[in-house]
């Protein structure tokens, strides 16, 4: 196993998507937190609101790690490097666990930073105007680390979606328009799953950064919930890689 | 006649003894929806050959050579190496390399990762990778992203690849398409001396000239199906070329 984590990392090091991604991320963390924290002074002296600026910093790790998760496998069947992979490694399943595995650690990754990023940025700039925070080490910690298992469980999440969808472009969209508009839709007062919504795994990745709580499932439980619809992506994603013929 | 030894202690049986075959292909079919893509194929490989695939674009001889890497999964029969499934052999890449039709590299990659990344995946030392570089010749253009590598020299990285492993079987699909004169020609020498010390070579192509240079036997198929398998000098009567034989096995002459 070991060997064929050092081979992914290798492949995640050896390209510029990583940083490109990384890159976006962070630009688009300042860009909502800044942006978020020019609202009008009295929307935003209250914790709650605090809570959902800082905690874009989590959503949009959760969303790149996704994104990263399903290009390491997407970009191997878009250029073909998944024919030589599977060469070397016939055991499939081996492949896409390491690629789990990995995109789950760079995940992560982007999740304390994005996160620390948010939390760090947000606090300033509301100083900067004279607006008191509101939040607590635990608020701070539970963002942050919160952003840490969101983005990491979603990057498991984008592995077993690229592994499922294989094309490229169908992928990411997909990704991109559940997290940003679909969920959204599904859960708001149009389709009216109301409760229901909160388990669903956006919401789950929000409710661990302790967002909206009341509404939104406990930090741990969404944790949890999260979790679950890792596994079943990556073992889904896995079992049909394993099944059907390599393009 | 001495035993000949190869270097990894394994007896190299002489060329017209009795061999347990490399390649084992028996009654392999491969639909796909109401095509039959590969139709009751058999054939098999002996230890120290050049084989020819040969077949009109269509006939199906990618398909079988992704069969037989264990990439696809045929609907009847069974495509074997060394007596196994290819997804069943331990530390495959250190028996069989492959260079399938598209060269499968990612652009945004040097020449030397691509290697490094397959030499971590089959625990292969990286010495072998500066080794496999100086081989193919990119040495001095290993840094660079593949992008910008010719077609040629993207063959060449892929054929790397596919050596990393000292394989026993070596497996090409078009090898000699973009490769210049001077290409061509090493590679045909690469060959020969592959399958001079006892190894196989099973090489899908539509160069027939540059083929009946290079290989000793060929499977010809057309539709799917074999339409022809033997030595060159069996197959071919003297005054004509394995053109004349291809084209009127295939339907393509007349």
């Known amino acids: 196993m070991k060997a064929f984590l050092r081979a992914e990392l290798l492949k995640q090091r050896s390209t510029r998507t990583g940083l490109g991604l990384f890159t976006a991320m962070l630009g688009l963390v300042l860009l909502a937190v800044l942006l978020h924290s020019l609202l009008p002074a009295e929307d935003l002296t209250n914790a709650h609101t605090q809570l959902m600026v800082f905690g874009r910093g989590e959503f949009l790790g959760a969303l790149f790690a996704a994104l990263l998760g399903a290009l390491s496998i997407t970009a191997e069947i878009r250029h073909g490097t998944i024919r030589p992979t599977f060469l070397v490694t016939p055991r499939r399943g081996r492949v896409i666990a390491a690629k789990v595995v990995t995109s789950v650690m760079i995940g992560a990754g982007f999740g304390l930073i994005a996160g620390g990023v948010a939390a760090a940025v947000g606090t300033a700039a509301l100083r900067a105007r004279g607006i008191e925070v509101l939040l607590d080490e635990g608020d701070y910690a539970l963002l942050v680390l919160g952003a840490a298992v969101a983005a990491a469980l979603w990057a498991a999440i984008g592995v077993g979606v690229g592994a499922l969808v294989r094309h490229q472009v169908p992928a990411l969209i997909g990704i991109c328009a559940w997290l940003l508009f679909v969920e959204g839709l599904l859960a708001g007062d149009l389709v009216g799953l109301g409760d229901v919504g909160r388990f669903l795994p956006g919401a789950a990745a929000l409710a661990i950064s302790g967002q909206e709580p009341g509404t939104l499932l406990a930090p741990a439980v969404g944790a949890l919930l999260l979790a679950l619809y890792a596994a079943a992506a990556a073992l889904a994603g896995s079992l049909a890689t394993s099944r059907r013929d390599v393009p | ?254």
């Open chain 2, 1 to 254: 006649m001495a035993k000949r030894i190869d270097e990894r202690g394994t007896p190299v049986p002489p060329e017209d003894g009795p061999t347990e075959p490399v390649v084992e292909v028996s009654s392999l079919t491969k639909r796909f929806g109401e095509v039959v893509a590969v139709d009751d194929l058999t054939f098999s490989l002996r230890p120290g050959t050049v084989t020819g695939f040969l077949g009109p674009n269509g006939a199906g001889k990618t398909t079988t050579l992704r069969l037989l890497l264990g990439l696809a999964e045929p609907d009847a029969g069974e495509a074997l190496a060394f007596g196994h499934r290819y997804r069943e052999l331990d530390d495959p890449a250190l028996r069989v390399g492959a260079v399938l039709e598209s060269s499968d590299l990612h652009p945004g990659r040097s020449g030397r990762d691509h290697l490094r990344v397959l030499a971590l995946a089959a625990e292969i030392p990286s010495s072998r990778v500066e080794e496999m570089l100086a081989l193919v010749e990119l040495e001095a253009v290993a840094d660079r992203r593949v992008k910008t590598y010719s077609l040629g020299m993207r063959q060449r990285l892929a054929l790397a690849g596919a050596l990393l492993g000292d394989p026993q079987l070596l497996v090409l699909d078009e090898p000699a398409n973009g490769l210049d004169p001077a290409g061509v020609h090493w590679l045909r020498r690469f060959l020969r001396r592959f399958a001079g010390k006892g190894r196989t070579v099973l090489v899908s192509s539509h160069m027939l000239a540059e083929a009946a240079q290079t290989v000793d036997q060929v499977v010809i198929i057309d539709r799917g199906r074999l339409v022809a398998t033997g030595r060159l000098d069996e197959l071919i009567e003297p005054g004509r070329t394995l053109e004349d034989v291809y084209l009127g096995l295939t339907g393509g002459g007349s």
